[in-house]
């Protein structure tokens, strides 16, 4: 007997990106497994998306919903609460995704029988050099990065994120979504998910396209934010903040610390400076090899220093707050 199709319900939180949603929903027009459904959540943008989703109307099944800005975690919630859907795929909207994935996604949960999914990430030959830097610094062993894509890892077992992500039916129903809205909701969604006892998995094939952001200054604060989250998900799972996630806040101060012994102690300063250069070095290869190119693999180095910085200065001021009981 011929096994029912799962009717999959997309997720698409967006946040004054109307030109990355255009991008994205184009993607989903060119899906080889048709059975879906596609709900834009508006999360207070200034700059809308409706016009953009009015030009799907007769090529989706697409449906535009606005609320209040509260937050991705809340507006993926919003959404779920309306979606029709047996399972639900939460993507961000700077993704691109191949015509394959929902195939993908539909042989990876029956094979696997899991309730809850995650997906890699890659780099697309669209994206610009900052771009594909930042994509190789976040998928990057060097950077602890690449710990993320893996099924089993130094980080424990693996957690799906959210801009890659899907859950069942029935692990909406047993969580009731988010409860929280930023600082690692999708990390303290998934924590939650696995604590109840249903099955998570990697689906390799099942990857996107995430263009992240596009300047190290943005990128700079997006990861200084991911820092503080670390820090805030320990708030309410005290064991799953692992030795690896202390290793950019390490970094940090080992900077700092190098930096001091070339002013007040030149020659310990100059040896421990060597020891930097050695790790810049692993970079720059492993980036070279990766990207196989040479002005992406200097612009990864610069990328994984800001990625390491920022997230252990943010790491570093949050872990304060929570020592000091301030709010975060």
């Keep these: 007997m011929k096994e029912e199709s799962t009717f999959y319900s997309v997720i698409i939180p967006v946040y004054n990106r109307p030109q990355e949603l255009d991008e994205l929903l184009h993607c989903l027009t060119l899906q080889n497994y048709p059975h879906f459904e596609v709900l834009i959540i508006e999360d207070g943008s200034q700059i809308s998306s409706q016009e953009i989703v009015s030009k799907y109307a007769t090529l989706l099944d697409i449906h535009y919903f606005y609320k209040e800005n509260g937050g991705q975690g809340f507006a993926r919630n919003y959404a779920i609460e309306r ?8 993507l961000d909207s700077d993704a691109l995704v191949e015509s394959s994935y929902l195939e993908e996604v539909e042989k990876g949960i029956r094979e696997k029988n899991i309730d809850l999914f995650g997906g890699p990430d890659k780099d697309h030959v669209s ?40 859950i069942s039916r029935k692990v909406w129903e047993a969580t009731h979504g988010f409860k929280i809205t930023r600082m690692g909701e999708d990390i303290e969604f998934s924590i939650r998910c696995l604590s109840l006892g249903f099955h998570s998995a990697l689906l390799p094939k099942a990857f996107i396209y995430h263009k992240r952001r596009t300047d190290f200054a943005q990128f700079y604060k997006q990861l200084h934010f991911f820092g503080r989250a670390r820090i805030n998900i320990s708030r309410f799972f005290p064991k799953e903040l692992k030795w690896v996630h202390f290793f950019p ?6 900077l700092i610390l190098v ?20 790790y810049w070095l692993g970079i720059f290869i492993n980036a070279i090899v990766q990207t196989k190119s040479l002005k992406i693999a200097i612009l990864g ?28």
């Excluded at 979606?83 to 939460?90: E, S, W, Y």
């Excluded at 030149?266 to 050695?278: H, I, K, S, T």
């Design 83 to 90: 979606a029709k859907g047996d399972f639900f795929v939460i």
């Design 127 to 166: 994206f610009t050099p900052i771009q594909k830097a930042i994509s190789f610094s976040m998928t990057s062993l060097f950077t602890t990065g690449g710990i993320r894509g893996k099924e089993k890892n130094v980080g424990g077992q693996f957690h799906p994120r959210s801009f890659n992500m899907g």
């Design 249 to 254: 806040a390490c970094y940090l101060i080992g």
């Design 259 to 278: 930096g001091i012994c070339l002013i007040l102690f030149p020659e310990l300063g100059n040896y421990l400076a060597g020891f930097v250069v050695l």
């Design 301 to 328: 180095l610069i990328a994984a220093n800001i990625q390491l910085i920022a997230y252990g200065q943010g790491f570093l001021e949050e872990a304060w707050q929570k020592f000091t009981n301030k709010p975060s």
